[in-house]
Protein backbone atom coordinates (compact mmCIF):
# COMPACT_ATOMS: atom_id res chain seq x y z
CA UNK A 1 0.00 0.00 0.00
CA UNK A 2 2.82 2.22 1.04
CA UNK A 3 4.15 1.62 -2.55
CA UNK A 4 1.45 2.46 -4.27
CA UNK A 5 0.96 5.51 -2.68
CA UNK A 6 4.57 6.60 -3.49
CA UNK A 7 4.39 5.39 -6.64
CA UNK A 8 1.40 7.65 -7.15
CA UNK A 9 3.13 10.55 -5.48
CA UNK A 10 6.30 10.11 -7.79
CA UNK A 11 4.02 9.98 -11.27
CA UNK A 12 1.95 13.33 -9.79
CA UNK A 13 5.04 15.36 -8.99
CA UNK A 14 6.41 14.21 -12.51
CA UNK A 15 2.95 15.28 -13.88
CA UNK A 16 2.55 18.32 -12.10
CA UNK A 17 6.80 19.70 -13.26
CA UNK A 18 5.76 18.59 -17.10
CA UNK A 19 3.27 20.93 -16.49
CA UNK A 20 5.09 23.16 -14.90
CA UNK A 21 7.32 23.17 -18.05
CA UNK A 22 4.85 23.15 -20.38
CA UNK A 23 3.24 26.16 -19.35
CA UNK A 24 6.97 27.62 -18.81
CA UNK A 25 7.44 27.26 -22.53
CA UNK A 26 3.70 28.45 -23.41
CA UNK A 27 5.21 31.66 -21.90
CA UNK A 28 8.18 32.41 -24.20
CA UNK A 29 6.93 33.78 -26.88
CA UNK A 30 8.35 34.25 -30.41
CA UNK A 31 9.43 38.17 -30.45
CA UNK A 32 9.22 39.90 -33.77
CA UNK A 33 10.80 43.08 -33.98
CA UNK A 34 9.12 45.49 -35.75
CA UNK A 35 10.96 48.75 -35.38
CA UNK A 36 14.15 50.15 -33.20
CA UNK A 37 13.74 52.81 -31.58
CA UNK A 38 16.03 56.24 -31.73
CA UNK A 39 14.85 58.14 -29.19
CA UNK A 40 13.05 57.54 -25.51
CA UNK A 41 10.92 60.24 -23.52
CA UNK A 42 10.24 60.24 -20.19
CA UNK A 43 7.19 61.87 -19.00
CA UNK A 44 6.00 62.92 -15.08
CA UNK A 45 2.57 62.16 -15.09
CA UNK A 46 1.04 64.26 -12.02
CA UNK A 47 -2.59 63.92 -10.77
CA UNK A 48 -3.63 66.36 -8.56
CA UNK A 49 -6.55 65.30 -5.72
CA UNK A 50 -8.58 68.79 -5.11
CA UNK A 51 -10.52 67.01 -2.18
CA UNK A 52 -7.84 64.84 -0.46
CA UNK A 53 -5.47 68.00 -1.14
CA UNK A 54 -2.70 65.52 -2.14
CA UNK A 55 -0.66 65.43 -5.71
CA UNK A 56 0.65 61.50 -7.26
CA UNK A 57 3.18 61.07 -10.17
CA UNK A 58 3.62 58.23 -12.23
CA UNK A 59 6.07 58.34 -14.93
CA UNK A 60 5.50 57.57 -18.26
CA UNK A 61 7.49 57.02 -21.49
CA UNK A 62 7.31 57.66 -24.76
CA UNK A 63 9.54 55.02 -27.31
CA UNK A 64 10.45 56.97 -30.91
CA UNK A 65 10.64 54.77 -33.83
CA UNK A 66 11.27 55.07 -37.52
CA UNK A 67 7.96 53.28 -38.13
CA UNK A 68 6.23 52.78 -34.66
CA UNK A 69 5.82 55.00 -31.24
CA UNK A 70 5.10 53.45 -28.09
CA UNK A 71 3.67 55.31 -24.69
CA UNK A 72 2.68 53.58 -21.90
CA UNK A 73 4.10 53.26 -17.55
CA UNK A 74 7.83 53.67 -17.33
CA UNK A 75 7.39 51.09 -14.60
CA UNK A 76 6.44 48.62 -17.62
CA UNK A 77 8.86 49.18 -19.76
CA UNK A 78 11.27 48.26 -16.81
CA UNK A 79 9.47 45.08 -16.69
CA UNK A 80 9.90 44.14 -19.99
CA UNK A 81 13.01 45.27 -20.17
CA UNK A 82 13.65 42.65 -17.18
CA UNK A 83 11.83 39.86 -18.90
CA UNK A 84 13.73 40.55 -22.24
CA UNK A 85 16.90 39.59 -20.25
CA UNK A 86 15.83 36.33 -19.31
CA UNK A 87 13.45 34.98 -22.33
CA UNK A 88 13.39 31.32 -21.44
CA UNK A 89 12.65 32.57 -17.66
CA UNK A 90 15.58 30.56 -16.33
CA UNK A 91 16.01 32.58 -13.70
CA UNK A 92 12.31 34.27 -13.40
CA UNK A 93 11.13 35.91 -10.11
CA UNK A 94 8.99 33.94 -8.07
CA UNK A 95 4.78 35.54 -8.66
CA UNK A 96 5.05 37.05 -4.96
CA UNK A 97 8.75 38.87 -6.14
CA UNK A 98 6.93 39.81 -9.42
CA UNK A 99 4.26 41.67 -7.54
CA UNK A 100 6.76 43.46 -4.91
CA UNK A 101 8.87 44.71 -8.19
CA UNK A 102 5.80 45.58 -10.24
CA UNK A 103 3.76 47.45 -7.39
CA UNK A 104 7.63 49.39 -6.57
CA UNK A 105 7.73 50.22 -9.70
CA UNK A 106 3.96 51.70 -10.40
CA UNK A 107 2.35 49.63 -13.08
CA UNK A 108 0.15 51.49 -15.31
CA UNK A 109 -2.33 49.51 -16.84
CA UNK A 110 -2.70 51.29 -20.65
CA UNK A 111 -0.22 51.67 -23.42
CA UNK A 112 -0.83 52.22 -26.94
CA UNK A 113 1.40 51.92 -30.27
CA UNK A 114 0.76 54.67 -33.22
CA UNK A 115 1.77 53.78 -36.30
CA UNK A 116 3.14 55.92 -39.23
CA UNK A 117 2.35 53.99 -42.20
CA UNK A 118 -1.68 54.01 -41.52
CA UNK A 119 -2.10 56.93 -39.28
CA UNK A 120 -3.63 54.21 -36.34
CA UNK A 121 -3.12 54.48 -32.66
CA UNK A 122 -3.52 51.02 -30.80
CA UNK A 123 -5.09 51.75 -27.50
CA UNK A 124 -4.15 48.40 -25.16
CA UNK A 125 -5.93 48.84 -21.45
CA UNK A 126 -7.10 46.39 -18.51
CA UNK A 127 -9.58 47.01 -16.06
CA UNK A 128 -9.47 44.87 -13.17
CA UNK A 129 -9.45 41.30 -14.61
CA UNK A 130 -10.86 42.68 -17.94
CA UNK A 131 -8.57 43.52 -20.43
CA UNK A 132 -9.37 45.56 -24.06
CA UNK A 133 -7.72 46.97 -26.92
CA UNK A 134 -8.97 49.34 -29.76
CA UNK A 135 -8.10 50.87 -32.92
CA UNK A 136 -8.41 54.46 -34.06
CA UNK A 137 -7.02 57.01 -36.57
CA UNK A 138 -4.14 59.54 -34.84
CA UNK A 139 -7.09 62.30 -33.68
CA UNK A 140 -6.70 65.60 -35.84
CA UNK A 141 -5.91 68.33 -33.10
CA UNK A 142 -6.14 71.73 -34.19
CA UNK A 143 -3.85 73.50 -31.80
CA UNK A 144 -3.57 77.42 -32.08
CA UNK A 145 -0.03 78.39 -31.58
CA UNK A 146 1.13 81.27 -29.20
CA UNK A 147 3.24 84.09 -30.79
CA UNK A 148 5.38 85.27 -27.80
CA UNK A 149 4.83 82.77 -24.85
CA UNK A 150 7.97 80.66 -24.33
CA UNK A 151 9.13 78.60 -21.74
CA UNK A 152 12.42 76.85 -20.57
CA UNK A 153 12.05 73.23 -20.13
CA UNK A 154 14.71 70.40 -19.16
CA UNK A 155 16.61 73.00 -21.05
CA UNK A 156 14.88 73.36 -24.06
CA UNK A 157 13.44 76.57 -25.45
CA UNK A 158 9.23 75.65 -25.62
CA UNK A 159 6.57 77.68 -27.03
CA UNK A 160 2.88 77.13 -26.33
CA UNK A 161 0.54 75.85 -27.89
CA UNK A 162 -3.53 75.34 -26.58
CA UNK A 163 -6.24 73.14 -28.30
CA UNK A 164 -9.72 72.02 -27.43
CA UNK A 165 -10.12 68.51 -27.89
CA UNK A 166 -12.55 66.04 -26.46
CA UNK A 167 -14.33 68.02 -24.09
CA UNK A 168 -11.04 69.88 -22.01
CA UNK A 169 -8.81 72.66 -23.28
CA UNK A 170 -5.10 71.78 -23.39
CA UNK A 171 -1.91 73.60 -23.13
CA UNK A 172 1.07 71.97 -24.21
CA UNK A 173 4.74 73.35 -24.78
CA UNK A 174 6.67 71.89 -27.43
CA UNK A 175 10.30 72.15 -28.17
CA UNK A 176 12.33 72.20 -31.13
CA UNK A 177 12.88 68.61 -31.64
CA UNK A 178 11.93 67.77 -34.87
CA UNK A 179 9.46 65.04 -34.25
CA UNK A 180 5.30 65.67 -34.35
CA UNK A 181 4.48 62.49 -32.15
CA UNK A 182 3.83 63.35 -28.32
CA UNK A 183 2.72 61.73 -25.40
CA UNK A 184 -0.64 59.95 -25.20
CA UNK A 185 -3.06 60.62 -28.19
CA UNK A 186 -1.65 63.83 -29.06
CA UNK A 187 0.50 65.03 -31.92
CA UNK A 188 0.43 67.87 -34.61
CA UNK A 189 2.64 70.16 -33.64
CA UNK A 190 5.92 71.37 -34.97
CA UNK A 191 8.23 70.02 -32.29
CA UNK A 192 8.37 67.26 -29.39
CA UNK A 193 5.80 68.23 -26.40
CA UNK A 194 7.63 68.82 -23.29
CA UNK A 195 5.15 69.42 -20.96
CA UNK A 196 1.16 69.27 -21.29
Known sequence: MKARLRYIIILLCLFLGCGGMYARSKLVKT???LDTEFMEVVYAHVTNDTVL????ADYEILILGHNYNKYGGYGNFQLDSILREDPLLECAPTFEDF???SRSLGKIRESMT???SDSTVSFYGNIFINYYNYKE????IEWLLADSETEKIMGYECCK???KWRGREWTAWYSDIPYPFDPWK???LPGLILKL
Open 186 to 188: FGG
Open 31 to 33: INI
Open 137 to 140: KTPE
Open 53 to 56: NKSK
Open 114 to 116: LCH
Open 161 to 163: ATA
Open 99 to 101: QKL
